[in-house]
């Protein structure tokens, strides 16, 4: 579990904060005939207003000293003071927030001397208490502001000093119908309280006659002066804020504070009300404790439910806290709690609280995170899997995107109505909450279940009947004869170089990992990653079935169908079982193959057998977990996060038991092994030797691709000669495999000539007939299915024909490679003109970015230069179509 | 009438009531309609109006959907201006050229107290790496926010930067928010960018004979795609929208077409100027709100070109249109026919929606701007009369000379002559005044306080704002209805626009909720003023 998940650390996207102004004024609101200016360019409140009226759907008056460019160079005093008056003349309040704004505080105004000079300048106005709050939007979010304007309340308003028996109660804030059950409950239980702020009716009022501009509601001034002289404080927030206004009241008048969480979950509503009933001296009232039984018959009603929740818990800290206690109390799993805000204090508040949860779940992974923005909340709504989010109405998108149901609380709720309406504290505020919880999960259970039911339980059970009512029941791997094995490895490209005019086929039906490997990245094919522009080609297994029927059509010679990836086929089980099923009912003399990393093997190893994979292939690139602890960086066994070596020995023991079942069952079973410089190179002797022992059929040696972005990025890389010195050793072993071309999961046609790119997006339909002509382009391209690469920084290029309106994957020509001696390439050279040199033969080239000198230069040798980014094969489509036409 | 601008002004101090009058008038109360605006705000009056920053990124360059725009500055304003006004897109793709939406996207570089103290733009160029890596932009805007410009960022040296880094375009906006005396500033620094740096840069022609760029248009509520269904059906084609629904792809090829229809004159008048005297294009205003005016506005585009088939086309989506609500709009009509209107919004839209309310019936008996400038209101005549302030100075006008290449003359005076004949005014903006009635109060830069005054005298059925003001008519029992989100309504442009405008008045007037207000131990109803449900439920 990691703390703070911040990839992008300049960029915020997304924001899931504001600015500190926009608490500073919502505290404000909470003061009787009390209205707040903001010193500084007049958006800030024209913003703050229209932010603040949408949610609370009531009028929002905020004044501002409009600043100027004159404001700007010679000061905003002059502002500021008309500002006042014309407030006062217009308004007649009683007390006036000044709030300074990023203007303000970078041109460093005073504004508690201007407060000063307004006083000696307009001698009527002593009555009016002016409070000054430095409020700088970037000094931190609207949660800070909050309470640095209620400090600034208790420390600036003149304070009557006489002990009274009144209680002060300051809370952080919370809702206007929130804010009222909290004034009953004091009531019930008959306590004398200064509330501090009370937004009770400022921001939620009833319709009446007239509409008072002055807010009528909310504490005091007479009773913020009394706080110095009350014999307690309550403090009602989950942290202790940097400034904190109790602890000013202690400090400076004596008063004696404690704070409590909010009263939100059981826990904390027991302790509340077990607080008020010794404060008060009263036993807790008859109705309350009703309302708890009944609260806890709530609970126990949803209980069932609410164990399939896996929420994203966002907002201001205080938010998050009392959330994430009330969802692990009713064991709806927060995978996730996260702030905007910096606030070092929440991992430590909650995560107690969420490891319980966790490990009674198995839940390997949650996080907490601080200091975050929505792109980052997004990222971990999806890894996490969560089925439930939890906030303001910001996460609107991503419930949209992600088609996550969102519980709307906190501020702001834009896209409702009734935010200002919505309680959580309390055993009533609470069971709303959690009703609402429970009922977003059931709901999506109701729309969703049926289906998926159908699917999980019946259709397949009923189809496998089916098989066995037929009387041509498909050949298992296990009742395949020997000859029979040994045709299929004959015609099976990867495992013999005869089989080179067989085609094979590569399904990517497999989107998920259950290990990571520190030498892969699975960005681009992995569909957690949503970003514009890049999709994932993952089929399900009923397209990866049109897709066989066409491609069988189109090239005959098509033997072998297999599973790669781009996760692992048995961390997808279900869908790769499908997908053989399907295709075995089409084509009954199809060989099937299989690659993974061996973890699930010992649990699937029967049913492979059953589907009919007559050839595997497993990755095993250590059999001491020492080394291979160098090399996995986890592994997710059974709803346990593994880590180092144990995560090694638990994948190792797996893939050997696995590899035995196989064996015995007469399957094929191929190793691959990732030379890694330094790290296994000289172990892979050793693994050969237990491999032959087991009874493996062949080992291919490959070399290590470097991947940008992952953990071996820049580990050195073996050579070729290398590469091929360690397979004629081995060789004498057991059989080696030489001519492996590391394909790509969907690869498909013979290794010669892969024409997976021709088949991209196969629904069966024909292509346009095309030109016979055939035109040559040097594609640049990371992922390999996009033109995402900048011309200048290639290592690598794709190289494509267009012919017969098809475009077509030739081959790779590595940059490098082609100019690795300086007899080739002159030392002056500039790169450019070594890729000129490289795709002399092409007839153009296709990057998604290209500067002006290549472009120059490639265009004197009359080579198109299409800067676009697109799927490579639309782009050589484009670009054909530019010069064909 | 005169008597109610006084009963609400008297109230001021002296030194308010003397900068106010000038800003509130009666139609017809002098023998010459003039007011005072865009004018500084008074401070700690409760002004309606946004900052330079809003009219820039907010307002123009907002709905450009495949520009990243990153808001250099701490993170309040990034947030505030993200997603909150309607103006809808979608990615497509045109000419063979896509257009992404990166409309749901907010990025800011959320300077620190650190930032402020040493400097910005090391983050801003980090900022623009990461957004560049995340989504490959083809364009990125940059606009500041009120320290930029005080802590002396050099945005522009920034996007020069980023520009020849990555090869894409990268625009500076300095747009901070204490610049100018409201939005208007920053429409102004918009379009500037605007013609410097995109319009005339891409090579893309059109396709067909009539082609014109709709300028103001922001696709509220969709709006924009209304009008563009309208002139494509007639056969025109937009070459351009801005900026609704907009593209940094398809504004680069403005200066293509053959004509400019302008619908909001405030917020875009600058490149139409500027683009007829680099390329020598026309514009016309047009107003695609209310049906008449619609009409209108489609003839007049059909005189510009002066092609009789075009004209006949024309006429013919012009029925084709009117026939498909006629039924609705009768009904709409009967049941808001002799109410009130008063309206405050922006810098047109209380001119436009006068021309729709007139089509059911409704009379405006109030109408202001936030942030409009003289010529809205009294036309464009007055230009020369407008003497510039300090704060209209500190805004950049530029001057743009005739392009070489692009530089077309497409009309001869003569043929001016003959249009203006016909009542096409080319190049022209009449105001807001011209077809107001006698009596009706203008009120420039409405304010919270006087809003609340003048409708507890005017007492309008209906009263057209933001959300900001609203409440302040819907608590004393008056509808509201906002004309900057349409209250997630719209389209209200086009015909059929005009039926939907019409429905929402209907549903907000005789909603049975307005019955009940007035509770049956009570003899009074808890609000005053005319209650739209004549139908008691």
């Known amino acids: ?885 | 009438m005169s008597s109610v601008r006084e009963k609400v002004l008297e109230q001021y101090s002296s030194r308010v009531y003397k900068n106010r009058k000038e800003h509130v008038i009666a139609i017809g109360e002098h023998e010459k309609d003039v007011v005072t605006a865009n004018t500084r705000a008074i401070p700690g009056i409760i002004t309606q109006r946004g900052c330079c920053f809003a009219g820039c990124k907010g307002v123009v360059l907002g709905p450009i959907k495949d520009a990243a725009i990153i808001v250099h500055g701490p993170i309040g304003c990034a947030y505030y201006s993200w997603g909150t006004r309607r103006h809808k897109a979608v990615a497509d793709e045109k000419n063979g050229e896509k257009a992404d939406c990166y409309l749901e996207y907010c990025f800011s570089t959320d300077m620190q107290e650190s930032d402020i103290v040493f400097g910005g733009e090391k983050k801003l160029k980090k900022a623009i790496e990461e957004v560049v890596g995340l989504i490959h932009p083809k364009c990125i805007f940059i606009c500041s926010t009120c320290p930029v410009g005080l802590i002396g960022d050099d945005i522009h040296a920034v996007a020069k930067w980023a520009q020849e880094e990555y090869e894409i375009k990268c625009i500076a906006f300095s747009c901070e928010g204490y610049k100018g005396v409201s939005q208007s500033a920053g429409h102004h620094i918009a379009n500037n960018q605007l013609i410097r740096y995109i319009i005339g840069t891409g090579d893309h022609q059109p396709e067909k004979k009539y082609s014109v760029n709709v300028l103001g248009e922001y696709n509220i509520g969709g709006d924009g795609w209304e009008v563009e269904k309208i002139l494509k059906r007639c056969g025109i084609e937009v070459v351009s929208v801005f900026t609704g629904s907009g593209s940094y792809r398809d504004i680069k090829n403005a200066h293509t077409a053959s004509l400019n229809l302008v619908q909001c004159h405030r917020s875009i008048n600058y490149v139409a100027d500027m683009m007829k005297d680099k390329y020598g294009m026309d514009w016309i205003k047009v107003n695609f709100i209310g049906i008449e005016s619609c009409k209108k506005s489609l003839r007049d585009i059909g005189e510009y070109f002066g092609d009789e088939e075009l004209k006949a086309r024309i006429e013919a989506v012009i029925a084709d249109e009117e026939d498909a609500i006629r039924d609705e709009v009768e009904y709409y009509e009967s049941k808001l026919k002799g109410k009130t209107a008063a309206l405050y919004v922006g810098g047109s839209r209380s001119h436009h929606y006068q021309l729709l309310l007139k089509d059911f019936g409704i009379s405006t008996v109030l109408a202001g701007y936030e942030f409009a400038h003289r010529d809205d209101y009294e036309g464009r005549e007055v230009i020369p009369d407008i003497k510039p302030d300090a704060d209209s100075k500190n805004i950049e006008s530029i001057e743009v000379e005739a392009d070489p290449k692009f530089y077309r003359v497409y009309m001869t005076d003569e043929q001016k002559a003959a249009l203006e004949e016909k009542g096409v005014k080319i190049n022209y903006y009449e105001g807001m005044f011209k077809g107001m009635d006698e009596g009706a109060i203008i009120c420039d830069d409405l304010n919270h306080f006087e809003t609340e005054e003048f409708m507890k005298i005017l007492k309008p059925d209906i009263f057209f704002s933001g959300i900001k003001d609203k409440f302040v008519a819907q608590k004393s029992g008056m509808l509201s209805r906002q004309l900057h989100s349409y209250d997630y309504s719209g389209p209200y442009a086009g015909f059929r626009g005009a039926v939907n405008f019409g429905r929402d008045l209907v549903m907000g007037l005789y909603t049975p909720a307005w019955s009940y207000v007035k509770a049956p131990w009570k003899d009074t109803p808890c609000i005053e003023g005319t209650l739209g449900g004549d139908e008691a439920c």
């Open chain 1, 1 to 885: 579990m990691k703390t703070k998940v911040s990839s992008l650390v300049n960029l915020n996207t997304n924001p899931c904060k504001m600015c500190m102004p926009m608490g500073a004024v919502t505290a404000l609101y909470g003061i009787k005939k009390c209205m707040s200016i903001l010193h500084g360019s007049q958006g800030c409140s024209t913003y703050i207003r229209r932010h603040m009226a949408t949610h609370y759907n009531e009028p929002v008056d905020i004044a501002s000293s409009s600043l100027t460019e004159q404001g700007t160079v010679y000061g905003g005093e002059k502002n500021l003071l008309q500002g006042l008056k014309n407030l006062i003349t217009l308004y007649e309040p009683e007390v006036i927030g000044v709030a300074t704004t990023c203007l303000a505080e970078t041109i460093g105004e005073d504004i508690k001397r201007m407060i000063e000079k307004f006083y000696d300048q307009n001698p009527g106005y002593e009555n009016i208490t002016i409070i000054p709050i430095n409020s700088a939007g970037y000094g931190g979010t609207q949660f800070e502001g909050y309470f640095k304007a209620l400090y600034a309340i208790v420390s600036q308003v003149k304070m009557k000093q006489e002990k009274h028996n009144r209680i002060n109660v300051i809370t952080s804030g919370i809702s206007p119908a929130d804010t009222r059950y909290l004034k009953r409950i004091f009531q019930l239980f008959e306590l004398d309280v200064i509330l501090l702020p009370d937004l009770a009716d400022n921001l939620d009022g009833a319709y009446k006659k007239s509409y008072s501009r002055l807010p009528s509601g909310g504490t005091s001034i007479e009773d913020i002066q009394q706080m110095a002289g009350a014999k307690y404080t309550l403090f009602l927030s989950n942290m202790e804020p940097e400034k904190s206004p109790a602890g000013y009241l202690y400090e400076q008048y004596g008063v004696p504070y404690e704070r409590i969480e909010l009263p939100v979950g059981l826990r904390a509503v027991d302790r509340f009300y077990d607080l008020l009933a010794k404060i008060s001296g009263k036993p807790i009232p008859e109705e309350i404790k009703e309302m708890r039984g009944r609260y806890l018959d709530g609970m126990i009603d949803a209980h069932k439910y609410n164990g399939d929740g896996r929420a994203v818990i966002y907002g201001e800290p205080d938010f998050v806290v009392s959330t994430t206690r009330l969802c692990v109390e009713n064991g709806v799993m927060p995978v996730a709690a996260a702030t905007g805000s910096v606030c070092s204090q929440l991992e430590n508040l909650i995560k107690e609280d969420i490891d319980l949860l966790a490990k009674r779940y198995l839940i390997e992974r949650y996080e907490i995170v601080q200091d975050t923005d929505f792109k980052n909340i997004e990222e971990l709504a999806q890894t996490c899997q969560a089925n439930l989010m939890i906030g303001n109405s910001d996460g609107r998108r991503i419930e949209e995107g992600l088609n996550i149901p969102l519980v709307r609380r906190g501020f702001p709720i834009h896209d409702r109505v009734g935010g200002q309406r919505l309680r959580m504290l309390g055993y009533e505020g609470s069971l709303n909450f959690l009703d609402e919880i429970t009922n977003a999960i059931l709901a999506r259970k109701e729309t969703g279940f049926r289906e998926e039911l159908y699917n999980t339980y019946y259709k397949e059970k009923m189809e496998d009947k089916m098989e066995e009512v037929k009387k041509d029941v498909p050949k298992t791997g296990a009742a395949f004869t020997k000859e029979e094995m040994e045709e299929k490895t004959k015609t099976h490209p990867c495992y013999n170089c005869g089989a080179h005019s067989h085609a094979r086929m590569h399904l990517p039906v497999a989107p998920r990992c259950n290990i990571q490997c520190n030498y892969c990245v699975r960005k681009f094919d992995c569909p957690n990653e949503s970003r514009p522009g890049v999709t994932t080609k993952v089929l399900t297994p009923e397209e990866a079935f049109e897709k066989y029927k066409v491609i069988k059509e189109k090239v005959p010679n098509l033997s072998v169908v297999g599973i790669a990836g781009p996760g692992d086929a048995l961390a997808n089980f279900e869908e790769t079982k499908r997908t053989l099923e399907l295709i075995r009912e089409y084509d009954k003399d199809v060989t099937f193959c299989l690659s993974t990393n061996g973890l699930m093997l010992p649990m699937y190893a029967e049913e492979l057998v059953r589907l009919g994979v007559s050839h595997v292939t497993v990755t095993l690139n250590a059999i001491d977990p020492k080394i291979g602890a160098k090399i996995y960086k986890h592994v997710n066994y059974m709803g346990v996060r593994f880590t180092d070596e144990s995560a090694a020995a638990v994948l190792l023991s797996n893939q050997l038991i696995g590899l035995k079942l196989l064996v015995e069952r007469g399957v094929i079973c191929k190793i691959n092994i990732v030379t890694l410089k330094g790290i296994n190179d000289h172990h892979i002797p050793a693994i050969v030797e237990k491999m032959k022992e087991i009874g493996c059929y062949i080992t291919n040696i490959m070399p290590f691709i470097p991947v940008e972005g992952s953990v071996f990025e820049h580990n050195p890389v073996a050579s070729n000669k290398e590469i091929n010195k360690l397979r004629i050793q081995c060789g004498q072993t057991m059989k080696q495999m030489f001519h492996c071309k590391q394909c790509r999961a969907d690869a498909i046609g013979t290794l010669e000539d892969d024409l997976s790119l021709q088949f991209r997006g196969c629904g069966g339909k024909e292509k346009t007939e095309g030109t016979s002509k055939a035109l040559r382009f040097a594609v640049a391209s990371k992922s390999g299915m996009f033109t995402d690469q900048h011309f200048g920084q290639v290592s690598e290029l794709y190289i494509y024909e267009y012919k017969e309106g098809r475009p077509v994957f030739l081959e790779k020509r590595k940059i490098d490679k082609y100019c690795a001696g300086s007899d080739e390439c002159g030392q002056g050279e500039d790169k450019i003109s070594k890729i000129i040199k490289v795709i002399g033969d092409c007839n153009g080239v296709i990057a998604m970015r290209i500067g002006e000198s290549p472009k120059e230069k490639l265009k004197e040798k009359g080579i198109l230069v299409l800067a676009t980014y697109d799927r490579i094969e639309d782009a050589v489509t484009m670009a054909s179509n530019k010069l064909l036409s």
